[in-house]
């Protein structure tokens, strides 16, 4: 692995350089490599949660996951709880897009019902610690819960209250997943009541 100078991690870092060439120090080469070491230190993250939960998972774990040197990790976040907060923040973009990949409302809602149902790491945290689950359900005016109502009113095209109401009904399937055979029925029930 080629080491590299202080100068040339803080272009990477601020993907400022002296030159425009395209070298592969040039902001977009820079920009690209610490996306990747970002998403890599994300997806460890994912794992070990899925693995151990909250509690018990730790940096070196998730550095040792994503396969980058610890270090790398601390450049990229400074403790545990800042590393959740973008795996979150990941999941909420992540789970945007899968809605909007959708032909139509039910369909958003039944793809939205069913990631949150194969999802490992919410499975091992609702297991392990239902009350960080607790927690995010009953903190309805914080500013990560109006961006994720907000996404979903655009998404699903409704109204503020619809969206509270759906937000509310995916939160509820991290305690009470809705099984396959039920789903579509629960989905149908939700998206008419969005259209009244």
């Avoid at 699903?156 to 937000?167: H, I």
Wanted: with cysteine; aromatic share 4%.
């Amino acid at each position: 692995m080629q080491s590299i100078s202080r100068t040339q991690r803080k272009t990477l870092n601020t993907g400022h350089v002296q030159s425009a060439s395209h070298s592969p120090h040039s902001p977009s080469a820079g920009s690209s490599v610490v996306n990747r070491t970002r998403t890599a230190l994300i997806d460890g993250a994912r794992t070990v949660l899925s693995e151990v939960g909250v509690r018990e998972a730790n940096m070196i774990t998730i550095a040792d996951r994503s396969r980058v040197a610890r270090a790398t990790l601390y450049n990229h976040f400074r403790d545990k709880e800042e590393i959740l907060h973008a795996l979150l923040d990941s999941e909420i973009a992540r789970m945007s897009e899968l809605a909007k990949s959708a032909s139509h409302r039910t369909e958003a809602l039944y793809l939205l019902s069913r990631d949150i149902f194969d999802n490992s790491a919410l499975r091992k945290v609702a297991e392990l610690e239902p009350h960080l689950i607790a927690r995010m359900v009953t903190i309805s005016e914080s500013e990560k819960w109006s961006e994720v109502r907000k996404t979903l009113q655009a998404v699903l095209y409704c109204s503020r209250e619809s969206g509270e109401l759906v937000l509310r009904w995916l939160l509820s399937q991290f305690f009470s997943p809705i099984p396959e055979s039920a789903r579509r029925a629960a989905v149908e029930k939700i998206e008419s009541s969005l259209s009244l």
